[in-house]
């Protein structure tokens, strides 16, 4: 007895015939006196695609604010919308990047494939046939920079960072958790293109295997509508980090939810010189080769984290030095004190860190494209149990 109709947000059509109407009403302004700025052919195609996953009245609004405030339809207004758009849904966060590609050392393999994966994201190489991208999945330990690569992708794309909270997402009600999540994939859409993060997945999907008897369901529920947005996603580029391989169902790991499994190992003696020089370039003290060097000989089997800590001591020791000497600069020994205070991850687990390379180890691309000193020893007899767990 009924047709049912579906109002969906407008399509890419729609909003070029919004916009396009819009830039000849700003003209027709600028003809009267108005001190608007039109914008041209590039400018109105950036608009179109920012305003993507935006309803009419959304998109209005912001043409509205943007012309009172930017005298122009800027697409940073654009951004400030779906900033608001996120803040108002509640249920993912929106993150400030903190990092640029230039602050992330090492990982060439993986930054090389971070730029090819770019450039499949241009209209020309759709217009080509590609496929657009859909992420990738980041192994490793704490501190390698998994989270810090996502921010940098963010940042050198130009597009919003969202993170999946789920401690916003479980509620206690029946069926709340699960309409939460399809808010927090439809909000994601929205705010197309962007990066969204799922940090630490393995924690925030852990207990699947026992949901049925522990929270009825709710859980692998969830983890249905997380595999259901990764089959049907084509706009958002999702980075999923995971410390901890052995919690993760296979299901994520199946070609075409996501474009590679990528693992962040311990940087190598030349990966540390040039994360080294990146962090003590920020102190504002001259850096000079023989530093680099010594530096990096001290902190062997270091992370990306312990060196900027490393970095951090390094210049409270000098301070103090300083005020003993009146020598104003950042020295080895400065470098190679601060380091000996740092006990490694590689140190306190280091057989779990052993097992999990040798568990990447044909199953995940290496950021590096080398292979750390210590796989080999994996294979001692007191390091199968850890790897056979994994395994399991």
Known sequence: MFTI???DVPSKTEIERLVSSMANNIEAAIAKGRDFTAPDAEQQRQLVNA??????????????KSLVRYKELSLQAVMEEKIQLVKKAGVIDYVIPKFNFED??????FKEWVLEVEDAMSEEAKA?????????LALGIPGTSK????EAIANRWGVPLLKLNMSKIMN???GESERKIEQAFRVAKACAPCVFLWDE??????GIKSSNSSDAGTTSRVFGKALEFLND???VFVVMTSNDVSQLPPEFTRAGRLDAMWYFSLPTKEEREEIFRIHLGKTGKEVDDSLIQAAADASENFTGAEIAETVKIAMRKAYKRFKEDGVNALLPVDVEAAAGEIIPLYQSSKEKILALEAWAQGRARNTNHLQTSGVEEAHDDELLGDILNLER
């Open 5 to 7: 109709v579906s109002y």
């Open 51 to 64: 305003c993507i996953g935006l309803t009419f009245n959304e998109i209005s609004d912001v043409f509205a």
């Open 104 to 109: 992330v050392g090492g990982n060439h393999a």
């Open 128 to 136: 080509f046939g590609c496929i657009r991208p859909k992420g990738y």
């Open 147 to 150: 989270t810090a690569a996502a």
């Open 172 to 174: 206690k009600l029946v």
């Open 201 to 206: 997945v393995e924690k925030m999907l852990g």
């Open 233 to 235: 996603n084509n706009d």
